[in-house]
């Protein structure tokens, strides 16, 4: 029994840092382009992927139909979704900045 909480533990720790973050994938680069700072493009890139993160978790989520609080919690998770797509998409999307990777790379340091 300890063997299979081990080991349930641990392959739940690796796919919790298997994450990592990566950079959105850019509109335009061009000369009108918005340039936005680096501190904003980091807390793009971090709402970038945990949205991506939270999508994941969503597609996966087994909703019983019949059980409210699980509805209710699966309803949750689309409107935290939602709300950090739109966030995104108004703050993020089609903007530019020279440290887009270096963001990411700070961001997987950090974890």
Known sequence: MNK????SVFLFSQCVFAQRYE????????????????AAMEQCVKLYNEAKWLGGDINSTQVDNYNSSSVNRYNSKIRQHTQ?????????AGKQSRSAYEAAKKLNNRR
């Open 4 to 7: 299979i909480l081990f080991l």
């Open 23 to 38: 950079v959105p994938p850019t509109s335009s680069t061009g000369s009108h382009t918005p340039v936005i700072s680096d």
């Open 84 to 92: 950090m797509t739109n966030r995104f998409n108004s703050d993020c």
